[in-house]
Every structure is written in structure tokens, then in C-alpha cells.
């Protein structure tokens, strides 16, 4: 089995702190699908294409090989956990899974919710409102996931 990069809950949320609210690292995100997601934006786990290397939230737990493996892949965190499709997507279920579903779609919505708002877009059905600041809203979900997985701020 892969061993994971990240042991627990608290160290996967620091990790996600430390990137989006004290480094202030970018959202990863793409332009729209040829499907034509109305928000004109998709996040991806892993994105080369503004030269640095962006992660979402769930990318940041991911180990550099499986990570960039997973660039722009445009899946939830579910899909991958029970419905892996290949080896790549099988190891990425490895090194998160212990920490839980409930625990990724959080973490997951934390940063791909703060992505849209930065385009006024909501992920609530039928839902929009005033463009906000990326870190401002991830930093403001994370607090609330924080609150309801009992884990602590970092200093």
C-alpha cells in the first residue's frame, strides 16, 4: 500500500492553512470545460500551466509524483475514493483515504467554494454574489471546518 504523506486530520488542515491563508498560494483552477462549466473556471488538483506549480487543497496532501499525475484532472474527491479508474487514481485514494470522506469534501469545498467566489459564482444551485478574495473565504471555511472536526488553528 502507498503510505500516506499525511498522518491525520490536523496535519492535512495545517498543510492547507499554511498554503491558502499564510502563504497566500492561488487557488488551483482551470479555464471552463469544453463542456462549458457556466463559471467560466474548474479547479484541478495540480496546475502547471501559470509556470509555479498550484494544488488545491486535496493536491497538497498528495505526494509530487501523484499529484502531477492528477494535473488538471477534473474529479472529485468522492470519484477517486470509490470509483478509481486507474492505477494513478487508486494511489491518490491511498494517500488520503484514511483521513475520511466527510473530512475531504470539506476540505475539498473549503478551497474550490473560495475559487468560485473570486468569480461571484456560488456552488449553492441557482446561487451568486459579489466577487470576494480567495484567502479570505478559504480562510473563513477552513475556520468552520476547523469548528466541526475539532481540529486547532496553527499559530
Not at 486507474?86 to 475559487?115: I, R, T, Y
Request: net charge neutral.
Amino acid at each position: 500500500m502507498n503510505k500516506p504523506l499525511v498522518a491525520d486530520r490536523q496535519a492535512a488542515f495545517n498543510i492547507a492553512w499554511d498554503a491558502f491563508v499564510v502563504q497566500k498560494k492561488p487557488p488551483s483552477v482551470l479555464p471552463g470545460s469544453p463542456g462549458g462549466v457556466q463559471s467560466g473556471i474548474v479547479c484541478c488538483y495540480y496546475n502547471k500551466s501559470g509556470g509555479a506549480a498550484n494544488r488545491c487543497a486535496i493536491g497538497l496532501l498528495l505526494k509530487e509524483e501523484t499529484a502531477q499525475g492528477l494535473a488538471n484532472v477534473r474529479s472529485t474527491i468522492g470519484s477517486i475514493l470509490y470509483k478509481a479508474q486507474n492505477a494513478l487514481q487508486k494511489k491518490a485514494s491511498d494517500e488520503v483515504s484514511h483521513l475520511g470522506e466527510e473530512f475531504l469534501v470539506w476540505l475539498q469545498m473549503a478551497h474550490d467554494d473560495a475559487a468560485f467566489a473570486t468569480m461571484g459564482i456560488s456552488s449553492v444551485a441557482g446561487g451568486g454574489f459579489e466577487r470576494r478574495n480567495f484567502h479570505d473565504e478559504v480562510r473563513d471555511s477552513l475556520l468552520c471546518l476547523a469548528q466541526a472536526f475539532k481540529l486547532e488553528i496553527p499559530k
